[in-house]
């Protein structure tokens, strides 16, 4: 068994996860992350707070609408 999720980086969701694994692969039920394209686009502006990454929304935003098929 399988449970897929989308990737968290820091916070209370990030302990839970982390307290949760080993718990869930002693039942046989592994954990898996997915990092979205946004995800990726937007994680390196994320360092600190909000005002480096608006700056960058209209940059990332238009790099998503490139990549979509």
């Excluded at 209370?12 to 954990?31: F, K, V």
């Excluded at 898996?32 to 990454?53: H, L, M, Q, S």
Aim: proline share 10%; glycine share 4%.
């Amino acid at each position: 068994m399988q449970i897929v999720t989308p990737f968290v980086t820091y916070g209370p969701l990030r302990d839970w996860l982390n307290l949760a694994e080993p718990h869930l692969m002693a039942r046989g039920i592994t954990l898996c992350e997915n990092r979205r394209p946004w995800d990726e686009a937007i994680w390196p502006y994320a360092t600190a707070g909000f005002f480096k990454v608006k700056k960058q929304i209209p940059r990332i935003l238009d790099q998503m609408i490139k990549m979509d098929p």
